[in-house]
């Protein structure tokens, strides 16, 4: 009898599922190539959404049948890909701030000096001047850049110029002696204040934990709080903007962000892309009881404003020749980085915040730093027990080949961004020899093992734009497109994977694959049609390729008007 009432009911379902009662969409996509990112149903034509959710997926004929004259709103995606909406699983969100010197991709430091002097003439005496994304290996002469190209030009304003990894910063006379910096001050733990091999001075380079010395001594702007809240809004609405003009519909913010900002946004309808937000990695059991309050009020369950996870550092970064590594760099063999922390200490606040069922993140960068990583969350499983706990592994950038089958055994994600691959290689062996560059970025070995992996961008460090990271992905040449088959090819993986992982992949990172990251029945609706076929154009044509349509929960939030 009961085997009679389930074979009945299935029947009933696939009769709803077949008959011509179907229901009505608020918005469908026909004539699309779908590349769906379901294994079940890799490929289709058409999707049809209702509120925020996919309702259907199939050939244009069967979605045809969701579509009501008057009520459903009908995109013709005439041939063109569509893809989940990108989730970028790395990225420092935030306002962007409309005065910022940008210098991403300077290749002539002199540079420098016209635009501070530019932004000086603009601002009043004592007022900060900010800017950066600099990388000196880009320079024709790849030397750090100093004081000396913006003294002359801001005698009565503090500069700061970070470098592109954020991990060091130029900064002016001004500062330093705002400061107290002087030629007699030492380095602190886990910090360098660069100084000139023959006269001892300060260049102005200041690296990791010495940039907590930095007092800029700026004197407050003459803005009104009305102004400066109103400036950042708009800065919100900007960075905003930039994210759904290139598809980006999901964004995990590492560390802490503006819950209540964000909040406010959605509030006024304004909100167009996911947020996940987290808080710094601690083991007092006080502030993680306050975690605990704060990821109650934007829980997992959640699909807009969520809690994250809780993020440390562990080391630096290559380019500033601070990521902690096991035997020195090869071109400084002084040093083999730096350890933000001690590993005991390291240890203890992982054992902790994981004992407390939060998720951890973990910026690791040299082939130490990523062991280190590893080895704590092997402790923590082995003293807690086995959860599913997805720690993260953000940037995972230098491995020893042996810890790279330690993902899948520990659950870790690889949480990755392509671009780094390609803007880091030109300095990477230089740094530490072509021996342990074979662990670097290591995409296809860690597929290969089993690892879960996560895309992202780190912008600002990196542009927001995803098709740098796929273009990365597939390529491993440098943004010009070299020739030959690029760097440690071996690792290059297809052009199908790298869109899972900045959709699917960085969708398990946040506990959400079951709703988000595929094109799939019951699915949130965040979706990307693109001008060109990723899947077939050469190279070339990769970066250069544009968001047509962006699609967050079932709503239009960006189109190019073709
Ligand atoms: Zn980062």
């Known amino acids: 009898m009961k085997n009679i009432i389930i074979s009945l009911s299935t029947a009933m379902i696939l009769i709803t599922g077949s008959c011509d009662k179907k229901e009505v969409a608020d918005l469908v996509i026909l004539n699309g190539k779908v590349l769906t990112i379901d294994k079940v149903k890799p490929a289709a034509e058409a999707i049809a959404m209702k509120g925020e959710i996919i309702i259907a997926v199939g050939s244009t004929a069967e979605i045809s049948g969701y579509v009501k004259e008057g009520i459903t709103k009908v995109i013709d995606a005439g041939g063109r890909l569509v893809i989940p909406g990108f989730n970028d699983a790395h990225v420092h969100f935030g306002p962007l701030d409309p005065d910022y010197i940008e210098l991403r991709y300077t290749t002539d ?14 601002s009043t005496p004592g007022q900060l001047i900010r800017g950066g994304h600099w990388e000196h290996e880009m320079f024709t002469d790849k030397k750090w850049p100093s004081k000396d190209l913006i003294d002359k030009v801001s005698p009565e304003n503090p500069v700061l110029l970070s470098r592109a990894d954020g991990h060091s910063v130029l900064v002016n006379s001004y500062v330093l002696k705002a400061s107290g910096i002087t030629k007699n001050t030492p380095d602190p733990f886990g910090g360098e204040i660069q100084k000139d091999p023959v006269t001892g001075e300060p260049t102005g380079i200041i690296k990791e934990n010495a940039m907590d010395l930095i007092r800029t001594g700026e004197k407050n702007t003459e803005r009104t709080a009305d102004q400066e809240a109103e400036r950042i809004w708009q800065g919100y609405l900007l ?32 909100l167009t892309s996911r947020i996940d937000i987290g808080e710094p990695l601690t083991g007092d059991t006080v502030i993680l009881n306050k975690y605990l309050l704060r990821i109650k009020k934007y829980p997992k369950e959640g699909n807009w404003i969520r809690f994250g996870y809780l993020k440390a550092f562990i080391d630096g970064t290559i380019g500033s020749g601070t990521a902690l590594m096991f035997e020195p760099f090869a071109d400084n063999p002084a040093t083999s980085g730096l350890a933000m922390m001690p590993y005991e200490d390291f240890e203890r606040m992982v054992v902790a915040a994981d ?7 973990v910026h690791a960068i040299g082939d130490k730093g990523n062991n280190w990583t590893l080895n704590a969350y092997e402790k923590a499983m082995s003293v807690n027990g086995k959860r599913d706990s997805r720690h993260r592994d953000e940037h995972t950038q230098t491995l020893l080949l042996s810890d790279i089958p330690r993902f899948s055994k520990l659950g870790a994600i690889a949480s990755m961004q392509p671009t780094h691959c390609i803007s880091d290689k030109k ?14 970025y290591a995409w296809k070995s860690l597929a290969e093992s089993g690892a879960n992996m996560a895309f992202g961008t780190d912008y600002p460090v990196e542009p927001l734009n995803p098709m740098e990271g796929l273009y990365a992905s597939v390529t491993r040449k440098d943004r010009l497109g070299e020739e030959g088959e690029g760097w440690f090819p071996d690792e290059k993986i297809s052009m199908e994977k790298a869109i899972e992982y900045y959709t699917l992949g960085a969708a398990y990172a946040q506990f959400m694959e079951e709703r988000k990251g595929m094109i799939k029945q019951g699915y949130l609706a965040d979706i990307v049609i693109t001008d060109k076929d990723l899947l077939t154009i050469p190279e070339n044509e990769i970066m250069k390729t544009r968001v047509d349509y962006t699609i967050t929960g079932g709503k239009i939030v960006y189109t190019s008007g073709k």
């Open 109 to 122: 430091p002199t540079v420098f000096t016209e635009k501070v002097r530019a932004q000086v003439e603009k």
């Open 239 to 270: 960075a905003l903007k930039d994210a759904r003009e290139l598809g980006v519909t999901s964004i995990q913010i590492p560390g802490s962000a503006d819950f209540e900002a964000y909040e406010k946004l959605q509030n006024e309808g304004q």
């Open 355 to 361: 004992k407390y069922g939060f998720q951890i993140g």
């Open 427 to 440: 300095f990477y062996e230089k740094r530490i020899g072509s021996e342990r560059s074979k662990g670097a």
